[in-house]
């Protein structure tokens, strides 16, 4: 009789482990199922964009079918994100990558930022350290002042100087942080070769000569540099 009753709670306390263990594997499993949202960048606020998309009816059963590329192909279309990667993990689980779009330029007028591609788009918050696009401007010239900020944030003495940059009429202008100086560049063409004579400008200036006494720098001319006083 004692054998029956020890057997009995021994069968009673390993079914009992055997539920608990199934319970946990389960809970695991379904932990393992839920989707993951991975953001590499700055913050442009597309993380609030995916939630509120993906409780989209229409959405959440593209996820239960585990439809990625359905899912990439809508994803891509948030102006914010730069590239977006949706794949099954190896727990089954439903992971998106997204890479957050850089702002290269913020454009004052559109109060919107354009990346090197030249992709506007809006953020949530402001970023001091980017260049300001004054006033309006031709798309069809964007590009110039995409590759003069690209050329002058990889130089080591104008990195992360520039602060404003504009078009009057055909010239693109540019000014940089702490100076008074208008600097005419007129467009992008030669543009390593108007910074080094821009260099070199400087140097002489800050060695010889008071900036105060100049208003504006003219480089639209060939190989030569107009210094224009007050």
Known sequence: MFT????????ILLISITSIRLELENEKFEEAQTLNINLSGN?????????????ND??????????????EKK???IK????VNVYINSHFGLTIDVKEREPLVYSILLDSYIDSKGII?????????????????????????????KT??????????????????????????????NIRLGDDKKIKNKINKL?????????????????QIDLVYENQLIAIKK
């Open 121 to 149: 788009f809006k953020k949530n918050n402001k970023i001091d350290e980017v260049p300001n696009l004054l006033g309006s401007f031709d798309n069809k010239r964007i590009n110039e002042v995409l590759n003069i900020t």
């Open 75 to 77: 994803l891509s279309e």
């Open 4 to 11: 029956l009753i020890k057997t009995s709670a021994l069968l």
């Open 199 to 215: 260099k070199g400008f400087f140097l002489f200036s800050t060695e010889k000569l008071d900036n105060n006494n100049y208003q």
């Open 43 to 55: 913050d442009n606020g597309s993380k609030s964009i995916i939630d509120s998309i993906l409780k």
């Open 80 to 83: 914010t994100i730069d590239n």
């Open 152 to 181: 002058l944030n990889e130089d080591e003495v104008f990195a992360q100087k520039l602060q404003y940059i504009w078009f009057n009429e055909l010239d693109l202008f540019i000014k940089f942080k702490n100076s008074d100086l």
């Open 58 to 71: 229409e959405m959440i059963d593209l996820v239960d079918k585990r439809k990625t590329h359905i899912i």
